[in-house]
């Protein structure tokens, strides 16, 4: 002090300790509460009756209220922090007026509202359970009747107000609040955990348990097969399940008996009794009376039963006879009585300890032989694709948790500002999502709602009948070319950015509400389209007003919500197209990015993550049972399209989990691509375009090393990538497979040298435009490979027939891909055909490898789909006229520019001008006819004859041609 005396910071140093003394006494020593013994209970009844006798607070009764306190606290000597507590609880009973009585609160100590609602919420979290009937206050005593703990809705309600109105701090209220934040993040976190592990199990089979998951009794018919003894009771409980198995599988049973025999008389019995037949003469019918069973065929007293095939002298000639249960009598010509070893090993046992026989996959007819096996194909049912998570849907918090219920007070009362900031306080400072619990969630929805409802009345401005203005012909320019960019619909309200913060916290749980998610949907593509610049195809592009951050905004909402609530969603089949009529707005690329962030989000939570789980188990199932009938089989576009009913469902419900699993199935069995790709006959937009992220994500995130280590072979999933590729562009092109984002991915790649994506170009332009490579020639034969087209033609046939309606619509697909773009330079018909020539070079003299063998496959495949390419486009001029002669030439650069500016060798700069001279050949030699015909005239007598026989055809007089 005294320092700061001679510094002349503070001037009289006794005066500053004197106010030092005072501060001391104030803060230590001053009483703050009131002297109870003053108190009147009379002046307490008075103000109860001022408080409670007047029904719902009214504004205009607000001043004599307020004074009536002040007299009553002033005349009876009350305590004004209790005062303050009794209006607060008048406060809480009436509910419509709460805000009105919150108005007297100024008239009290600031810190007495704060410490009166503390200790409202300490008292109803104390135990009570010492107390007495009566000594308890009757408050609340509705929420106590009803089973509730803690403190009542009523005292959460007037928290709320109080906090909205600013009377105390949510901060200040959080700390009084019981459990504790930490206990309810530590409960959330070790269910959410238990939860999640229940999900995991999900894509576990548990190949010795035959029960349903989660049952782990077994039926009264198991208990007594099991308890049978021996070995014959076990096994029996074994082959007891082989019928469920064989008919979950599609494979059916034998005909009934009047089928089988066809008027043949029944087979005999044999005398060793039921189950070994035929280890002894003496065979006769069955006892009169005892029927045929299922795998036990009666007979004398031995019960072994099942065994068959050893049959001795007396075994019936003729075909063999089915029984019930699927045994062969009759059999000859054989060993062991006319059944060979593999024979008997295949089906010979059968019922052995009960006489329980699996079904056959099919039934051979009487009479038939190997050549008459009929198979029937039986579809799984759609009852067995279980995707319903909904189940999964548990709650990971307590239903009367405190923080939750102020948390939904604050949203009642509209203070959303308070409520956000709760959310995102329990999201990251303790990792609990509060939109986990139903009532939570139902009132961000219901906010949700309200705010989307103003843009979504916009779309629609003569009621929903009227039709969405962003798909009315009228207002689209294409449909109507006299409309100007004018006469377009006005844009609706710009979203809210509190829509956003919502759909943060729901994340998944979105769900929840169809019905809003589609409203939400409709509402981003008006954002997209009036807001982010991207127009659908025949509006104008717009040039002003384009704000960049809603594209990442709206991406932020698919990917994070609409994803995951697809996936629960239950095969919503509307809700796909929905979705894709957003995504259809944007870039591929866009796009991608959405759907590598949707797989990550539809994993986050786990009823999102059992929904995924479920789809990827019912794919496996349909993949498991998936067996078509021959090409020549009538039945088998009716498998086909139940097979394809069923993957459609699944594909609906999570189609970038399906297209996952169907990338993992083309690169772990490539000859199972072409069945897989016949039943994808149902897709919708949105599938086949995940299915095209897929491909290509799979094709680059693996790396460059698809060869093997020989060098001169590709990997196998490489080859079922390039036969998935190829398949899908051919089915699936008039869908949404972006066949131009595909060809551009390809040409970047080659571009950049990586000569592995010239594989994926062969397979498309083998599968879609019917053109193969160069065929692979006898050795004796290779000199034809140096002459013209015409005797390779003849000498080299291809396997596809070009001239096939669907290689000509492929062809055009492609040219057409080939030819987008608004500017020449972004066209890729000649572009991709240099970069290929460019590769031919890089393959030869730059490619980093030591191995001369990888060298010379490698240039030999680039050099087999160049050819391909360049027959491409030799077909689409000269023999299917799909492109005309000047639009080709506008694209193609002089040969000198070719081989100076390009790089491009000279026999390939040839080779791309070869289609040009080929189309002008009949045109010139009309003009050389006519040059020789008007040298033949001009010239004398013996030249002009001499000319004449050159122009007929030589001294032959056989005409060359040309």
């Known amino acids: 002090m005294e320092l700061m005396a001679h510094s002349g910071v503070v001037g009289n140093v006794e005066i500053i300790r004197k106010k030092e003394r005072q501060a001391y006494t104030s803060m230590y020593f001053k009483q703050d509460k009131f002297n109870l013994l003053r108190e009147e209970n009379e002046g307490y009844g008075k103000l109860l009756t001022a408080l409670l006798s007047g029904g719902e607070l009214q504004q205009q009764h607000l001043p004599a209220l307020r004074n009536e306190i002040k007299s009553l606290i002033g005349a009876f000597k009350l305590d004004p922090n209790r005062v303050c507590d009794l209006v607060l609880e008048a406060a809480a009973r009436d509910a419509a007026g709460c805000r ?114 989660g049952d782990t009794t077994a039926g009264p018919a198991e208990e007594a097969a099991a308890a049978g003894g021996g070995g014959g009771g076990r096994l029996a409980l074994l082959t007891g399940k082989l019928d469920e198995i064989a008919q979950t599988r599609g494979i059916t049973d034998a005909p009934d008996e009047p089928a089988r025999y066809q008027g043949r008389p029944p087979p005999p019995s044999g005398m060793l009794g039921p189950g070994i037949q035929g280890m002894g003469p003496g065979m006769g019918p069955p006892p009169p009376g005892v029927p045929w069973q299922r795998g036990i065929v009666p007979g004398g007293p031995m019960g072994m039963g099942g065994m068959q095939g050893m049959g001795g002298p007396n075994m019936m000639a003729g075909p063999p006879y089915m029984a019930p249960g699927g045994m062969l009598y009759g059999m000859q010509n054989g060993p062991m009585g006319g059944m060979s070893a593999s024979q008997m090993m295949g089906g010979g046992v059968r019922g052995l300890g009960g006489g329980v026989s699996a079904a056959p996959q099919a039934v051979r007819p ?53 409520a956000l900031g709760m959310l995102e306080w329990l999201q990251k400072c303790h990792g609990v999502q509060a939109t986990n619990d139903l009532d939570t969630s139902r009132h961000v929805l219901s906010h949700l709602k309200s705010l989307l409802t103003p843009t979504y009345t916009s779309l629609y401005p003569k009621g929903p009948l009227g039709g969405n203005v962003l798909k009315r012909p009228p207002y689209s320019t294409a449909g109507n070319p006299g409309r100007t960019p004018q006469a377009l619909p006005a844009p609706g309200p710009e979203l809210d950015p509190l829509v956003h913060q919502l759909l943060e916290h729901l994340g998944a749980y979105v769900y929840r509400d169809t019905e809003i998610v589609v409203m939400l949907l409709r509402v981003l593509q008006h954002e997209l389209v009036f807001y982010g610049g991207m127009r659908p195809l025949g509006w104008p592009v717009a040039q002003q007003g384009v704000d960049s951050s809603k594209v990442e905004q709206v991406s932020k909402v698919l990917s994070n919500n609409i994803f995951p609530a697809l996936c629960i969603s239950y095969a919503n ?115 086949i375009d995940c299915l095209t992220y897929m491909v290509l994500q799979w094709w680059s995130r693996l790396g460059k090393n698809k060869m093997k280590a020989d060098g001169a072979n590709e990997e196998d999933w490489v080859t079922g990538i390039m036969e998935l590729l190829g398949l899908a562009c051919r089915f699936h092109s008039m869908y949404s497979f972006d066949l131009g984002h595909v060809l551009r991915f390809m040409y970047d790649g080659i571009k950049n040298g990586d000569a592995m994506d010239m594989l994926l170009l062969k397979s498309l332009l083998s599968k879609m435009t019917g053109i193969e490579g160069p065929a692979t020639v006898d050795p004796k034969d290779a000199h034809i ?12 046939t291809s396997v596809l027939d070009r001239s096939e309606k669907k290689y000509v619509s492929g062809r055009r697909m492609v040219l057409e891909e080939l030819q987008d773009g608004p500017a020449i330079d972004q066209q890729l018909l000649v572009p991709l055909a240099i970069a290929m020539s460019q590769q031919l070079e890089y393959t030869l003299y730059a490619l980093p490898t030591r191995h001369i063998k990888e060298v010379a496959e490698l240039h030999d495949r680039v050099n087999d789909t160049t050819q391909q390419y360049l027959t491409f486009i030799e077909q689409c001029i000269v023999k299917d006229k799909l492109l005309a002669l000047e639009q080709y030439l506008s694209v193609l650069p002089p040969i000198h520019r070719l081989i100076s500016e390009y790089g491009v060798h000279p026999a390939f700069a040839w080779a791309l001008w070869r289609p040009v001279i080929t189309a002008l050949e009949p045109e010139l030699m009309v003009k050389l006819e006519a040059k020789l015909a008007a040298a033949a005239a001009a010239a004398g007598d013996e030249e002009g004859d001499e000319l004449a026989g050159l122009l007929a055809g030589g001294p032959g007089g056989k005409s060359h041609g040309g």
């Open 785 to 796: 490979l140096c002459s013209g087209n015409v005797l390779q033609a003849e000498k080299i």
């Open 100 to 213: 009105v009585w919150l108005q007297l609160m100024p008239m009290f100590n600031k810190d007495a509202p704060m410490q009166m609602l503390a200790m409202k919420f300490l008292h109803y979290q104390q135990d009570h359970s010492n107390l007495t009937a009566g000594e308890d206050d009757a408050s609340g005593s509705a929420d106590k009747a009803a089973g509730n703990k803690g403190p009542p809705v009523s005292l959460f309600q007037l928290a709320a107000e109080m906090i909205k109105g600013g009377h105390v701090s949510l901060e200040g209220l959080l700390s009084y609040l019981s459990p504790t934040a930490d206990e309810l993040s530590n409960s959330y976190k070790t269910r959410f955990e238990q939860l999640r592990e229940e999900v995991k199990g999900l894509s576990l089979a548990n190949l010795g348990d035959s029960t349903t998951p």
């Open 366 to 418: 009487p009479g038939g032989g190997g050549a008459d096996y009929q198979a029937t194909y039986n579809v799984m049912p759609a009852s067995q694709l279980d995707l319903d998570a909904r189940a999964y849907d548990r709650a990971l918090l307590e239903k009367g948790d405190s923080h939750l219920q102020l948390l939904q007070a604050l949203m009642r009362v509209g203070d959303w500002e308070h």
């Open 573 to 687: 089949r509307a809700l796909s197209q929905e979705i894709w009529d957003v995504l259809e707005l944007m870039p591929f690329a866009d796009r991608a990015e959405i759907y590598r962030q949707g797989i990550a989000a539809c994993s986050a939570t786990p009823v999102s993550a059992a929904a995924s789980t479920l789809a990827v188990k019912a794919f496996k199932k349909i993949k498991a049972r998936l067996a078509l009938p021959d090409k020549t089989d009538k039945a088998r576009k009716d498998v086909i399209r139940a097979n394809a009913h069923l993957l459609s469902k699944v594909t609906h419900s999570a189609p970038l989990q399906v297209a996952d699993q169907i990338m993992w199935w083309a690169a772990g069995s490539p000859n199972a691509v072409e069945p897989l790709a016949e039943i994808m006959k149902l897709p919708n937009n949105l599938t």
